[in-house]
């Protein structure tokens, strides 16, 4: 359009009579795209519907699973969609890529995936109340740089005596309050995994701020920035915690009940096929917070509707009176480019596989 109106500058025509006949072709252009739509989703919480939505995003990245991630995406959208559809938020659905399997194998997890394992004994948990620490699992050292001479073997046990005391006060303090599972960000110390073991509460080690933020809204808990006995409201909720090898790799299930995150599990034999996908995820999801925040009509694929646009309002244009008709015009070619560029390279890629 730019270059077209180039065109216009050159040909003597000037800039404000350019711009009045783009905003007036602009405003017919979208009439026009509205008399071709061929498919309106009624129905944001239906995962059919859903899925006829996402189809078309995903078949154009070229991965041959459309089918099985159309639907997966669809039923993950429709699992954390909000009472109010408009605030539909895209951060709620998210990938885990497990190396293994084929694409066909990829499920939808109504919770969260994270590909680790869990530090201890304990590797699994039904209906367990949670703790989330944004903090390591070991006690703060002083600011001071010291040196401490032992001189025998009891006086290093009473060294690091009050340290331990002070781990298992803590740790008994999670057992006062019913906390099953604890997550936390940074280093976990060996005797704070003693300790979790002995009282059989599974620890999770977190490495990204953003797992932190997401468990927060999954399980509806609070971060917590110290050490100590949680309270009740900072205390959250998953129906079933465990650990499970994928493909040969160790992931840790996170399922909730009144679902606000899911996770779309990958799995693919090469990380690039693996990134491939995870990107077509991520366009589909995006087409949804379209279609639930902005418009729920459909058009044609493939340059269909552009090129039906051009037609349109090249006829239009030759009717509207002033230097604008020109502008009108140029406006009306510029919808070509779609169709072309789709032309060519389905051209070149007829000339490819021969």
Request: proline fraction near 2%; include cysteine.
């Amino acid at each position: 359009m730019l270059a077209g109106a180039l065109e216009l500058c050159k040909e003597g025509i000037h800039m404000s009579d350019i711009i009045k006949g783009y905003n007036l072709a602009a405003t017919k252009s979208l009439e026009l795209l509205g008399e071709n739509c061929c498919w309106t989703c009624g129905d944001v919480r239906n995962i059919e519907q859903m899925t006829k939505a996402v189809h078309t995003v995903i078949g154009s990245k070229n991965t041959g699973f459309e089918e099985k991630l159309a639907e997966c995406v669809a039923q993950a959208c429709v699992q954390v969609m909000p009472e109010d559809a408009r605030k539909f938020d895209t951060d709620s659905v998210r990938c885990a890529k497990v190396i293994g399997g084929s694409a066909g194998m990829t499920q939808v997890v109504p919770g969260m995936c994270l590909v680790r394992d869990a530090y201890g004994t304990e590797k699994a948990k039904l209906k367990a109340r949670v703790a989330i620490f944004d903090v390591g699992m070991e006690m703060t050292s002083t600011e001071a740089k010291s040196t401490v001479l032992l001189n025998s073997a009891q006086e290093l046990m009473d060294f690091t005596k009050s340290e331990e005391v002070q781990m298992e006060d803590f740790v008994k303090g999670l057992v006062e309050a019913k906390v099953d599972v604890v997550f936390c960000k940074g280093a976990v110390q060996d005797i704070a995994t003693h300790y979790l073991n002995k009282y059989k509460i599974m620890v999770i080690k977190i490495t990204s701020k953003f797992d932190i933020k997401r468990l927060c809204k999954a399980l509806n808990a609070t971060a917590l920035v110290r050490l100590g006995k949680p309270l009740p409201e900072e205390i959250g909720y998953a129906e079933d915690i465990h650990c499970e090898e994928l493909g040969g790799t160790k992931t840790i299930m996170i399922r909730t009940g009144d679902s606000r995150i899911a996770t779309i599990v990958l799995r693919g034999a090469t990380p690039h096929l693996l990134d491939e996908l995870e990107r077509a995820i991520d366009d589909a999801v995006n087409l949804v917070r379209c279609v639930t925040t902005r418009d729920q009509r459909f058009l044609p694929g493939g340059g269909a509707a552009e090129i039906e646009v051009a037609y349109k309002l090249a006829e239009w244009g030759r009717t509207v009176s002033g230097l604008e008709q020109y502008a009108a015009v140029k406006f009306a070619e510029c919808f070509e480019v779609v169709p072309r560029i789709l032309a060519k390279n389905a051209e070149i890629g007829r000339a490819s596989c021969r």
